[in-house]
């Protein structure tokens, strides 16, 4: 736990942190796992990787700078004359004994997607610091500003997969040099095959993990064979975490929900899933997890089915026959009223509020709910000029800084282990925004993926996962 009290002239700041900082000279401090920051060398902040939160306190300021996915989840309120700030808002909430008023429009989103926004959470008055942001507060201002960058697209698909693959490569090349037990958490599928590629050609030890409950869904049966067929053919030595949700203390489990409160999400198999793993291994682990490839390389859409397919049309053509085949699909299958956007707004709002990763407008939402999304947007995008960067931007602002992002940063943190998100790095989210073939990912979703597999590691994924294995799938 850490707690400071600053002053600027008569403006009280409490800072206040679950966990003792990464780096502390007094003047700067850095909270997180940021992989590349040595803690004599503080490297510059947008090629930062890792979950991270900087803070640099001067007499008239404090600064606070966050990662690019807001993965660092950092909260602030303003009560008169003191402000508090804290990853933990039970802190904020307790300190001040506020009785939290709902905010009606963040309040909804949270319903509907089971998240808030990229700003707020759903109690009035307890926000958040977006991600890729700068928090100035100075005596008489609280302002925040955006460091994502402005990027122009230029497809090619030859360059986005080298230069994903030179990322990867330096990631991997870091983590080498990590004195930590290497975990990685291995589902058998196409991102943690890739991961798995790194840890072999870079010959990192690490232990692959592949966490299963108890009592499984008939999705989760098939994803058990799927993760031992592959380790099976690939001659990995898979460690099976078996999660049994009816052993853990209903005491463990409100306070679990309680901190995914912003962010619901399915969060005990994660919990549970990271306190095993130091038990097992210890609590010096770097975790390895392929979390953000799916909504940053393809925004969603990636499964191999017809549905799927039809998203991907709606999602990066919607005027096409598909797009409208697709939504009439969407309407029969779901009973709801959907329409297709038409403008660059439209289709930027429809990408923040979409629809089980499907680019389309909810008809039975009201004007002001639109008007609040399509506000923020325009506020937290006004410095960009290509709509390609204000894309990506706002589908941070949305679902990648949500609670998939959040269940894996605050597990980890909640059993003192480290975790580190190749996908989720500034260079590989600015290069997607420069380089990516919307046409190729219709047809081939994540094709950056699979390209890397085959050229750059003669690795057949689809003949890895169709070989035949005679595996056991007791439960």
């Given amino acids: 736990m850490y707690k400071k009290k600053i002053y600027l002239n008569d403006q009280?700041?409490?800072?206040?942190?679950?966990?003792?900082?990464?780096?502390?000279?007094?003047?700067?401090?850095?909270?997180g796992?940021?992989?590349?920051?040595?803690?004599?060398?503080?490297?510059?902040?947008?090629?930062?990787?890792?979950?991270?939160?900087?803070?640099?306190?001067?007499?008239?300021?404090?600064?606070?700078?966050n990662d690019i996915l807001g993965g660092y989840r950092v909260y602030y309120f303003k009560n008169k004359c003191e402000i508090i700030i804290s990853d933990d808002f039970d802190y904020i909430l307790n300190q001040f004994k506020i009785k939290p008023k709902k905010h009606a429009v963040e309040y909804k989103y949270w319903q509907k997607h089971g998240f808030s926004t990229g700003q707020s959470t759903f109690y009035k008055g307890l926000n958040k610091i977006s991600p890729a942001s700068i928090l100035t507060i100075e005596e008489t201002s609280i302002k925040e500003d955006s460091y994502f960058s402005d990027i122009d697209r230029k497809p090619d698909a030859r360059l986005h997969q080298k230069s994903i693959h030179n990322d990867l490569l330096d990631t991997f090349s870091l983590i080498k040099t990590s004195d930590k037990r290497i975990v990685l958490l291995f589902s058998g599928g196409k991102d943690s095959c890739l991961l798995l590629q790194y840890l072999l050609k870079f010959k990192i030890p690490f232990t692959p993990v592949f966490f299963r409950l108890k009592s499984m869904s008939?999705?989760?049966?098939?994803?058990?064979?799927?993760?031992?067929?592959?380790?099976?053919?690939?001659?990995?030595?898979?460690?099976?975490?078996?999660?049994?949700?009816k052993t853990l203390p209903i005491s463990l489990k409100q306070e679990i929900l309680n901190k995914q409160r912003f962010d619901k999400h399915f969060s005990l198999l994660h919990y549970m899933g990271n306190n095993e793993i130091k038990n097992r291994f210890g609590g010096n682990c770097l975790i390895v997890n392929g979390q953000s490839a799916d909504s940053i390389l393809s925004y969603g859409p990636s499964e191999d089915s017809i549905m799927s397919f039809f998203r991907r049309h709606i999602m990066y053509n919607s005027n096409s026959i598909l797009s409208k085949i697709g939504l009439i699909l969407l309407t029969l299958k779901t009973g709801k009223r959907f329409k297709l956007p038409k403008t660059e707004n439209e289709k930027l709002i429809a990408l923040f509020d979409e629809y089980k990763y499907?680019?389309?407008?909810?008809?039975?939402?009201?004007?002001?709910y639109f008007d609040y999304i399509f506000d923020f947007i325009e506020r937290k995008t006004s410095h960009l000029k290509s709509y390609f960067s204000k894309e990506m931007y706002t589908k941070i602002l949305?679902?990648?800084?949500?609670?998939d992002n959040q269940?894996?940063?605050?597990?980890?943190?909640?059993?003192?282990?480290?975790?580190?998100?190749?996908?989720?790095?500034?260079k590989i989210i600015y290069e997607t925004i420069?380089?990516?073939?919307?046409?190729?990912?219709?047809n081939k979703p994540k094709y950056v993926v699979e390209n890397i597999l085959k050229k750059e590691f003669n690795f057949d994924y689809k003949k890895i996962i169709e070989t035949k294995v005679k595996v056991k799938t007791k439960n």
Avoid at 42 to 56: C, I, N, P, R, T
């Fill in 12 to 31: 009280s700041i409490i800072l206040y942190f679950s966990e003792l900082p990464f780096f502390d000279n007094s003047k700067t401090i850095v909270f």
């Fill in 358 to 368: 499907t680019r389309v407008l909810d008809c039975s939402l009201d004007q002001a």
């Fill in 33 to 65: 796992a940021p992989l590349n920051l040595k803690k004599n060398n503080l490297v510059a902040f947008d090629s930062l990787k890792g979950y991270w939160v900087k803070l640099e306190i001067s007499k008239n300021s404090l600064k606070i700078t």
């Fill in 398 to 403: 949305s679902f990648s800084q949500g609670s």
């Fill in 434 to 442: 420069r380089f990516k073939d919307e046409k190729k990912e219709i």
């Fill in 218 to 245: 008939i999705y989760g049966s098939q994803d058990l064979i799927r993760v031992r067929n592959a380790s099976k053919s690939l001659g990995l030595n898979l460690e099976e975490i078996e999660i049994d949700l």
């Fill in 407 to 426: 269940v894996v940063v605050n597990s980890s943190k909640y059993y003192g282990l480290k975790t580190i998100m190749p996908f989720a790095t500034p």
